[in-house]
């Protein structure tokens, strides 16, 4: 049973590549109270990097591959660079936080995604027991605060590349079976938009039967269909509510006025 709240947020590349827009983002975020994780995807700096070094960057339909030199690149980025500078900069905050790939204290396992069509190369796939749920509440509950980096293990001294968004899911269905558990993911746009061209058509909740129809007609299209589906599924596996929002709104958050919330009724 669950004993208290948990908000998980997840950040992706527009924060990061953005020294102001991160250091507004942090100061709302070490200001929320409570027990909360952070989860960042990585930017651009691990490709302006690879390029820097002679490391061609491969993309497969938006998604990375990751072969043998690009995962030496992306782990000194997201789980050394970006994720001790987000760490020290919440320190500044006095935000207590302890930087994690999924190898430390074997927070989270993985499996290198199998070969189909494409071979992703070293890329994490994450099962439904990815998740060291005991490990993570043993820092939440020491009183810190963890700050996940979008690398993760296969218990054979692999590091593997795992999507940040998928990682920030992961935790909160698992986290929900200890604690009432919420998760924001923070994009550019200020929510879920009934209208693309103008930002103020925020639609502030949305049911399940409502995302069927709003799918449908057209409202909801393109990348976010994935997005929505991936919240949903999330909530039907226990997590309480997935919000999505501007991450420049974040402290509007425990007040109940950030973007759109998900939620199954």
């Known amino acids: 049973m669950a004993n208290s709240v948990l908000n998980i947020i997840k950040i992706g590349g ?27 995807g990585g930017g651009k700096i691990a ?11 491969q993309m497969v ?44 204290g074997d927070v989270i396992k993985a499996i290198k995604r199998p070969v189909k069509d494409i071979d992703y190369g070293f890329v994490g796939d994450l099962l439904h027991d990815s998740v060291n ?6 820092f939440l509950e020491a009183g810190f605060v963890p700050v ?13 590349n795992t999507n ?14 200890l604690y009432e558990t ?35 007609s057209g409202v909801v299209n393109d990348g976010m ?4 589906q991936n919240a949903f599924n999330a909530i039907n596996k226990g997590v309480q509510e997935v919000y999505i929002g501007h991450a420049n709104n974040l402290h509007l958050f425990q007040q109940g006025q950030f973007g759109t919330c998900l939620t199954l009724k």
Not at 47 to 53: G, H, I, V
């Open 14 to 40: 527009n924060i990061i590549d953005d020294e102001g827009l991160l250091d507004s983002f942090l100061e709302k975020f070490s200001a929320l109270s409570g027990k909360k994780i952070l989860v960042h």
């Open 47 to 57: 490709t302006r990097l690879a390029s820097e070094l002679g490391v061609q960057a």
């Open 61 to 104: 339909e938006g998604r990375r591959v990751t072969d043998e030199d690009m995962l030496r690149i992306v782990t000194m980025v997201y789980a050394g660079l970006t994720n001790k500078t987000i760490v020290a900069k919440l320190q500044k905050l006095k935000c207590d936080a302890v930087g994690l790939s999924g190898a430390d």
């Open 133 to 138: 749920t005991l490990a993570i509440k043993k």
């Open 148 to 160: 996940f980096s979008a690398i993760t293990h296969n218990g054979l001294g692999q590091l593997l």
């Open 164 to 177: 940040a968004d998928t990682i920030a899911s992961s935790l909160a269905v698992s986290l929900s079976s």
């Open 182 to 216: 919420s998760l924001v993911y923070c994009f550019e746009k200020n929510g879920v938009l009934r209208d693309v061209t103008d930002e103020n058509s925020v639609i502030p909740t949305i049911k399940y039967e409502e995302f069927e129809y709003l799918k449908d």
């Open 225 to 228: 269909i994935p997005k929505l």
